[in-house]
């Protein structure tokens, strides 16, 4: 069970609020609420468009399981809860796209399964977990992060282990891989230790109700 004083998490809540929403690019989260069911009461209960990943009849099949696409408003619910609630218990994480939402969509689809070497058939590939991902991306050659980001993604952010840091991915351009080194020249990675200080009783008073199912 997380400990984490609710006055650490107001501050580091107000920290990646800022953090996402710095560079201008709509925010959109993956969801993954085979982690808790709490995920989806959000969703449907709150103030952010959604769709899941799994397309037509499997969707409704696994709804309480699937993983989940939503686009993030500044300030709304599901971000305060999804930040307040679920940052650091592994349901999700953050990405910048400047794609129209249904294109975004089509493009996370393709990656819901992935091959397996030496045996013909395929499996699911877990990319909405951000345990998965944070491993994953560091691991990928050229070819595989030039497909992945395409002209849809511009930039990751997922948390560390237990939710103390965030681990931020950028896209780079042609500029900045002449001046920085990170994961490869297409993604440049940037470990975030997030602030542990306690919040502004403000922000504190204005926490989402602790009854929220998340």
Known sequence: MDETPQTVRAARAEYLHELLFRSGTPVFALLDAARDPGVVKLLET??????????????????????????????????????????????????????DPADLLTHLRKFLFVDLPGKDRRAYFRFYDPRVMRAYLPTCAHEQLDDWLREHLEWFVIEAEEGAQARVFVRTTPERRAMMQGTSDRLVLTPIQLPDVPASPEKVAHAPDSRLAI
């Not at 103030?47 to 397309?55: E, G």
Request: proline share 6%; aromatic share 14%.
């Open 46 to 99: 709150g103030d952010c468009p959604y769709t899941c990943l799994y397309a037509g009849h499997a969707g409704e099949i696994y709804k309480p399981y699937a993983p989940y696409l939503a686009q993030i408003a500044q300030g709304s619910r599901v971000l305060d809860g999804l930040l307040m609630k679920g940052w650091g218990r592994s349901l999700g994480y953050f990405i910048g796209s400047r794609s």
